[in-house]
């Protein structure tokens, strides 16, 4: 999967790490209604990519261990950081 060059050519886009660990790099193309996901399972470790509906919120299951990933909007206006636990 081709990542955007710039976000000229997508709606939305983000690149974090979720609450489970999980490492995201999600985009919407441009007038379409499909979100394109590359990620890193936060459970299993599995390396994935996948195209599908977008729906609110972005949720995908792991290939790997099926695990349910649930992208939660990011709330504008906050940027801090959350302590991990280990
Ligand atoms: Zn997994």
């Not at 000229?8 to 490492?23: Q, V």
């Not at 193309?29 to 459970?43: A, F, H, L, M």
């Amino acid at each position: 999967m081709k990542k955007p060059n710039s976000m000229d050519e997508c709606d939305f886009f983000t690149n974090r790490i979720l609450e489970d660990n999980t490492k995201l790099y999600a985009w919407i193309p441009k007038e379409q209604n499909i979100v394109n996901v590359i990620y890193t399972c936060g459970n299993c470790g599995f390396k994935g990519e996948l195209s599908q509906k977008y729906e609110k919120p972005i949720t995908f299951i792991c290939e790997d261990c099926g695990e349910k990933i649930v992208v939660k909007p990011l709330k504008k206006g906050k940027r801090g950081r959350k302590k991990k636990k280990k």
